[in-house]
T-cell receptor, first 113, second 114 residues
Framework: DAGVIQSPRHEVTEMGQEVTLRCKPISGHDYLFWYRQTMMRGLELLIYFNNNVPIDDSGMPEDRFSAKMPNASFSTLKIQPSEPRDSAVYFC???????????FGPGTRLTVT | AQSVTQLGSHVSVSEGALVLLRCNYSSSVPPYLFWYVQYPNQGLQLLLKYTSAATLVKGINGFEAEFKKSETSFHLTKPSAHMSDAAEYFCAVSVTNTGNQFYFGTGTSLTVIP
C-alpha cells in the first residue's frame, strides 16, 4: 500500500496567491482529516470528512480556507488569498471503517512570503 | 469534552536509559488512547494504541504504555533508549461518540544523549 499521498511536498508562494494542497487517502478508508502543524500552535485539526461529506469544519481558521472531497480518493485544501501566517506544515490523514487509527501523509510544507 | 496533557515539552535521556513520556487525558466516556511518533520532516506514525483491551499495550520499536484509569494516564515507556528514538512524540485521545476525531497533545521532544 502506498500510504497517504500528499502533493506538493513543498510549496513557496507569495502573499495573496491561491494555494491548493492535495491528498489521496489510502484506498478503502472512509475518513479523511486535514491538520495544520506550527511551532506556536502545535497540531490543529482543520476539517474532517466521512464518506466524502464534511463532518466538522470548526477548525478552519477563516473563510480564506476551503476543503473539498469530490470522491473517495481525492481531497483538496485551498487557501485564497494566502498570508504569511498560513506558513505551516499541512498534514492529511485517513482512517479505515471501524478502526480507531489515523494514517498520516508526509505533509506539505507551505511557506508564504 | 476530550483533551490530552503531555507533561514536559522536552525530555532528554542518556542512551541506554529508561524513557518515560507522560500523558494524562480527560474524557467523559471510556477513551481510546494513542501514541504517535514524528521524525524530522516526516508525518506522524502510530506507535501503539489502547482500545479497551489489555491495559498494558506494546508497540513498535520496544515502546509500551499502560492505561491507568484511576490516574487518567497513559504514559509511554521504553526500558533502554536508542539514538534512533530521538523524535517528537504525541499522545492522542478519541472517543466513540466523536467519530474518528482525535485530540492530540502538544507533543514531547525526546533527545537521546550519547
Amino acid at each position: 500500500d502506498a500510504g497517504v499521498i500528499q502533493s506538493p511536498r513543498h510549496e513557496v508562494t507569495e502573499m495573496g496567491q491561491e494555494v491548493t494542497l492535495r491528498c489521496k487517502p489510502i484506498s478503502g478508508h472512509d475518513y479523511l482529516f486535514w491538520y495544520r502543524q506550527t511551532m506556536m500552535r502545535g497540531l490543529e485539526l482543520l476539517i474532517y470528512f466521512n464518506n466524502n461529506v464534511p463532518i466538522d469544519d470548526s477548525g478552519m481558521p477563516e473563510d480564506r480556507f476551503s476543503a473539498k472531497m469530490p470522491n473517495a480518493s481525492f481531497s483538496t485544501l485551498k487557501i485564497q488569498p494566502s498570508e504569511p501566517r498560513d506558513s505551516a506544515v499541512y498534514f492529511c490523514a485517513s482512517s479505515p471503517p471501524g478502526v480507531y487509527e489515523q494514517y498520516f501523509g508526509p505533509g506539505t510544507r507551505l511557506t508564504v512570503t | 469534552a476530550q483533551s490530552v496533557t503531555q507533561l514536559g515539552s522536552h525530555v532528554s535521556v542518556s542512551e541506554g536509559a529508561l524513557v518515560l513520556l507522560r500523558c494524562n487525558y480527560s474524557s467523559s466516556v471510556p477513551p481510546y488512547l494513542f501514541w504517535y511518533v514524528q521524525y524530522p520532516n516526516q508525518g506522524l506514525q502510530l506507535l501503539l494504541k489502547y482500545t479497551s483491551a489489555a491495559t498494558l499495550v506494546k508497540g513498535i520499536n520496544g515502546f509500551e504504555a499502560e492505561f491507568k484509569k484511576s490516574e487518567t494516564s497513559f504514559h509511554l515507556t521504553k526500558p533502554s533508549a536508542h539514538m534512533s528514538d530521538a523524535a517528537e512524540y504525541f499522545c492522542a485521545v478519541s472517543v466513540t461518540n466523536t467519530g474518528n476525531q482525535f485530540y492530540f497533545g502538544t507533543g514531547t521532544s525526546l533527545t537521546v544523549i550519547p
